[in-house]
């Protein structure tokens, strides 16, 4: 295939939504099961495989990735960003998903050459993740709206919003959620009922929380 300047401009944004991996700092669920301890070395496990399969897919020119951090501050950030081997990162802030989300889409749109992108948003709590499930994201954002990748829990692994979602108030279809229920996604998808959407869906995996999760694969 013909790699033109183009098809580079063209390549979604895939947003890793990441927080620092600090003992006792994160998978509290998970940390009452197993310990910190061992909470903490899965939690990096899932993080460094997150990004490993993410980079395959940049180095090939399939999209570009922004480290989306929590937990540490833009100096650290910077520090960590580079220790993964990525280029960009953006502090999360404060609020809710939707408004992490929109300041990602925003500062991206300002760093950006070409401010007509998709965007995917992922976290770093899949174990399963391959290369296969990101380039069905990338072929399914181009064909859609919005795009969730269902999770077993009721909630879900990645969200796309095409540029055109991306473009326009995306804070509303995440408000009045209760996240770690089980109808985060179906009172996410009732939000966005009432907007003429083309909306899909990958297929659906495990997220790690609990202990269960872990059962779950085996």
């Not at 749109?109 to 290369?131: A, M, S």
Request: aromatic letters at 8%; hydrophobic letters at 40%.
């Amino acid at each position: 295939m013909k790699v033109t300047l183009n098809h580079f401009l063209d390549n979604p944004i895939l947003i890793i939504m990441a927080k620092w991996p600090a003992f006792g700092r994160g998978k509290s669920r998970l940390s009452k099961d197993i310990g910190k301890k061992f909470a903490l070395n899965i939690q990096k496990h899932m993080l460094f495989h997150t990004v490993s399969v993410s980079k395959f897919l940049e180095h090939r020119g399939h999209l570009e990735i922004c480290l989306a951090t929590t937990g540490i501050g833009f100096t650290s950030s910077k520090r960590w960003c580079k220790e993964l081997g990525l280029k960009n990162f953006c502090l999360q802030g404060q609020g809710t998903l939707g408004e992490r989300m929109k300041r990602q889409v925003l500062i991206s749109k300002k760093n950006t050459l070409n401010n007509k992108k998709d965007y995917l948003f992922i976290g770093t709590d899949l174990p399963d993740l391959c290369h296969l499930d990101l380039y069905d994201a990338i072929s399914k954002i181009k064909k859609n709206d919005v795009i969730f990748g269902p999770s077993e829990d009721g909630g879900y692994w990645l969200i796309g919003l095409s540029n055109r979602v991306a473009s326009k108030q995306i804070i509303f279809p995440f408000i009045d959620i209760k996240w770690s229920k089980k109808d985060v996604l179906k009172k996410t998808l009732d939000n966005l009922s009432i907007q003429k959407l083309k909306i899909d869906f990958l297929r659906c995996k495990v997220d790690i929380d609990t202990v269960r999760d872990l059962d779950k694969r085996s």
